[in-house]
């Protein structure tokens, strides 16, 4: 009855697995980046429901006639929704990096992209003189409505300054209930070779 102890190809491929996790650590950055991208379009991150846009987006509209060109803002100003949606470079920039052996990160290298995730204070661009002439050529043909809301910007007290405002905190990444069930199916898949 002696003998040595065989353990056989698939135990040998799953002790090399965690030697070595990396094709793990990316399947599981790619799980959590496609549920960033789903936030997008479900307008929340796991139960974390994202507030509305401000309408109008008064840093938008700032930020749109600091642009050379530009003689009105687009539609998207007035719309409450899709929040942290303007041109889609930030659902764009959203990725993953594997770092350690042990470790996978996920999340945007935009530098705005901390700021709305955890709901921090930022500045609009710098209303010139410029601003204020195209925002009031664009506000004359504008209903007296809208006029009121926005004509406050052409006060010469905001001349070259910047407005500053509390952003809400609506989070683009983390590790929710979805995240944990989609790691332990992956790690179960891809390191203990269990599935379907």
Known sequence: MGGTFDP??????????????????????????????????????????????????????????????????????????????????????????????DTVEVGSRLKYAGKHHRGEKTESEVITALVQKKLWTWLKGEPKQLRRKLGWLLNAKFTGKRLTMQLPER????????TRDGIKYTIGVDIFEVGP
């Open 8 to 101: 056989g190809d698939k135990i040998l491929r799953i002790f090399g697995r965690f030697a070595k996790p990396e094709s793990c650590l990316k399947a599981i950055g790619l799980l959590m980046v496609e549920e960033s991208q789903e936030a997008f379009s479900q307008q929340r991150f796991g139960k974390r429901k994202w507030r509305e846009r401000s309408v109008p987006n008064v840093f938008g509209i700032i930020a749109d006639f600091s642009q050379v060109g530009t003689t009105k803002p687009p539609k998207r100003r007035f719309d409450k929704t899709p929040a942290l949606e303007d041109k889609g470079d930030l659902l764009k920039s959203l990725s993953f990096w594997v770092t350690a052996d």
């Open 171 to 178: 989070p683009i990444t983390g590790i929710t209930q979805y």
